[in-house]
Nanobody, 122 residues
Framework: QVQLVESGGGLVQAGGSLRLSCAASGRTFSSYYMGWFRQAPGEEREFVGV????????YYIDSVKGRFTISRDIAKDTVFLQMGSLKPEDTAVYYC???????????????WGQGTQVTVSA
């Protein structure tokens, strides 16, 4: 079992930055791919990016490439989503999730956090 808790959301102006954290507890956190998803009001959940278990490889959707960076601190069982050059369309609830394999499909993730709200004002 893995428990995930996100933090770091908030209100930011367009062009600003935020760093989200996802703290994990439970066994073998370092064995999981860690993904970030987001869901805007009235929209379906959207995959944002993923990092490999040892933090060597990352993958992002095109709309956030060059603006968002995922990293992980294995010693602290924490994954980060550094978001820069934020746009109003980035407004959403952001979730971290854990998967035993690389995937961009939400239903294939085994564990989820509760989400943290990110609001970007114009």
């Amino acid at each position: 079992q893995v428990q995930l808790v996100e933090s770091g959301g908030g209100l930011v102006q367009a062009g600003g930055s935020l760093r989200l954290s996802c703290a994990a507890s439970g066994r073998t956190f370092s064995s999981y791919y860690m993904g970030w998803f987001r869901q805007a009001p009235g929209e379906e959940r959207e995959f944002v990016g993923v990092i490999s278990p040892r933090g060597i490889n990352t993958y992002y959707i095109d709309s956030v490439k060059g603006r968002f960076t995922i990293s992980r601190d294995i010693a602290k069982d924490t994954v980060f989503l550094q978001m820069g050059s934020l746009k109003p369309e980035d407004t959403a609830v952001y979730y971290c999730a854990a998967s035993i394999r690389f995937t961009t499909v939400g239903r294939e993730y085994n564990y989820w956090g509760q989400g943290t709200q990110v609001t970007v004002s114009a």
